[in-house]
T-cell receptor, first 114, second 118 residues
Framework: QQQVKQSPQSLIVQKGGISIINCAYENTAFDYFPWYQQFPGKGPALLIAIRPDVSEKKEGRFTISFNKSAKQFSLHIMDSQPGDSATYFCAASNRGGATNKLIFGTGTLLAVQP | GAVVSQHPSRVICKSGTSVKIECRSLDFQATTMFWYRQFPKQSLMLMATSNEGSKATYEQGVEKDKFLINHASLTLSTLTVTSAHPEDSSFYIC??????????????FGDGTRLSIL
């Protein structure tokens, strides 16, 4: 119940295209859903996050769509660029919980071809 | 803002030695820091939650005597891998959550330490 399932495992997109990564969770106590971007040899960097009281959040080319009833959320990268090539992790946490720790998805390796 | 510095970035040492990794929050205070381990092409695995001034909470399966965590101040946590062996080789990443006491702020990650045990 603590798992966060992420798909696809890898994704190849042409420059200018839309990259879509999906995540699903089981624990209804989760109330914070961030996305992290990680480049090789670096730590993850917070990209964008959403709480379950909204269905969509947009920051620049990055949008999170959230479906509370389906317990799913997704990251959309519009106008994908080669510089977006990285590994993306979704995560979830229960911010009111005792430890408030992040549960990470398995990651998606995105390659944007020029 | 919200910068987390991790040192060293890379360490290579012989089997049997102990290695200390530092995690510092440079521009904010953090009651809570986290230590993760990441194998190649895999996700982050939480090892332990570090709270300033108290004992760390270890995840199931993580040996507390093997991975010693100290969080002596609101800006510094250390992870010591004791008597390291080749199977301890990995990418270790720390994160820090902004705020003192109970906080809902996001976690900010360091750039990781690549540990290689020969």
């Amino acid at each position: 119940q603590q798992q966060v399932k992420q798909s696809p495992q890898s994704l190849i997109v042409q420059k200018g295209g839309i990259s879509i990564i999906n995540c699903a969770y089981e624990n209804t106590a989760f109330d914070y859903f961030p996305w992290y971007q990680q480049f090789p040899g670096k730590g993850p960097a917070l990209l964008i996050a959403i709480r379950p009281d909204v269905s969509e959040k947009k920051e620049g080319r990055f949008t999170i769509s959230f479906n509370k009833s389906a317990k799913q959320f997704s990251l959309h990268i519009m106008d994908s660029q080669p510089g977006d090539s990285a590994t993306y992790f979704c995560a979830a946490s229960n911010r009111g919980g005792a430890t408030n720790k992040l549960i990470f998805g398995t990651g998606t390796l995105l390659a944007v071809q020029p | 803002g919200a910068v987390v510095s991790q040192h060293p970035s890379r360490v290579i040492c012989k089997s049997g030695t102990s290695v200390k990794i530092e995690c510092r929050s440079l521009d904010f205070q953090a009651t809570t820091m986290f230590w993760y381990r990441q194998f190649p092409k895999q996700s982050l695995m939480l090892m332990a939650t570090s709270n300033e001034g108290s004992k760390a909470t270890y995840e199931q399966g993580v040996e507390k005597d093997k991975f010693l965590i100290n969080h002596a101040s609101l800006t510094l946590s250390t992870l010591t891998v004791t008597s390291a062996h080749p199977e301890d080789s990995s990418f270790y990443i720390c994160s820090a959550r902004e705020g003192t006491g109970f906080s809902n702020q996001p976690q900010h990650f360091g750039d990781g330490t690549r540990l290689s045990i020969l």
